[in-house]
């Protein structure tokens, strides 16, 4: 499984972004797809994640009620949209997808099998 996010880019406190990940290969093979992002000097931290085949969606404390995950899987793609963007919103985001017939929690990093590259997402204040 391959994963490559993008739409990162620089953008006003209090505006919005939305970023993209593509998700192919054996995608038969993915459980749930994620969000996480991670700030020089920081853990990577868990952001959004959704079920690839149910609708079910997880986030994390610091973007819930500003942050929507969603997903096409007809185009195998995987959404985040942020509304609301705080400076320290400011990351680099990666979109991960965690293997089928792995624990159910979806907030750990561990738990994922296949990463992308990150994109970088800046909020300037």
């Known amino acids: 499984v391959q994963l490559q996010a993008f739409g990162g880019g620089l953008v006003q406190a209090g505006g919005s972004l939305r970023l993209s990940c593509a998700v192919s290969g054996r995608t038969s093979s993915v459980y749930a797809v994620g969000w996480f992002r991670q700030s020089p000097g920081e853990e990577r931290e868990f952001v959004a994640a959704m079920y690839w085949r149910g609708s079910g969606t997880s986030y994390g404390n610091s973007v819930q009620g500003r942050f929507t995950i969603s997903k096409d899987n007809a185009e195998n793609t995987a959404y985040l949209q942020m509304n609301s963007l705080k400076p320290e919103d400011t990351a680099v985001y990666y979109c991960?997808?965690?293997?089928?017939?792995?624990?159910?929690?979806?907030?750990?990093?561990?738990?994922?099998?296949?990463w992308g590259k990150g994109t970088l997402v800046t909020v300037s204040s």
């Open positions: 991960a997808a965690k293997r089928i017939f792995t624990p159910s929690d979806l907030a750990p990093p561990a738990s994922y099998a296949w």
